[in-house]
């Protein structure tokens, strides 16, 4: 396509972004799965989370290094474009999580919110990180499943099994 045809449709290259971001979206309920999933088996769960993500940031990297790279000086409106689109995705998880902690899997002192912004800040780097350098000789595979470990480490959970 000619840049002239798609800025007649996008009138400028933020426009462009927006609408970007707000097409490349997906439900929270096909990335992070159902709620009582999470009280039943928050390990498994969180592993099969972190694997989606991640493939789905590797699927749109170019859209990521964009919003890293330029998040802070983004017009207003594609800033509010990315958090409308990334709240739903942060809500469910910080209920999922919620859940979680009713079954006992997570202490009561964690900052949930704060706990997912975290973890989605470690597959972030991890993707933005391997993609540019590539590992320092581990596997991908084990990177993601660190993030999980240290991760389920600090919600209180280092069990395999669901607490009694």
Known sequence: MHET????????????????????????????????SWKNDLPGQLEQYVQKYYALLLKREALVRVLVGEGRILPPAVRRACLEKMAPMRATLVNRLRAARRAGWVRAD??????VDMLRDALHTGMLRTTAYGTSGYSVDTYLKTVVAVFLEGLGTSKREPPE
């Open 5 to 36: 045809t798609l800025f007649r449709h996008f009138r400028t290259r933020d426009q462009l972004l927006r609408e970007t971001i707000l097409s490349a979206a997906i439900s929270p309920e096909e990335l992070i799965g159902p709620p009582a």
């Open 110 to 115: 964690v900052d949930l919110s704060c706990a």
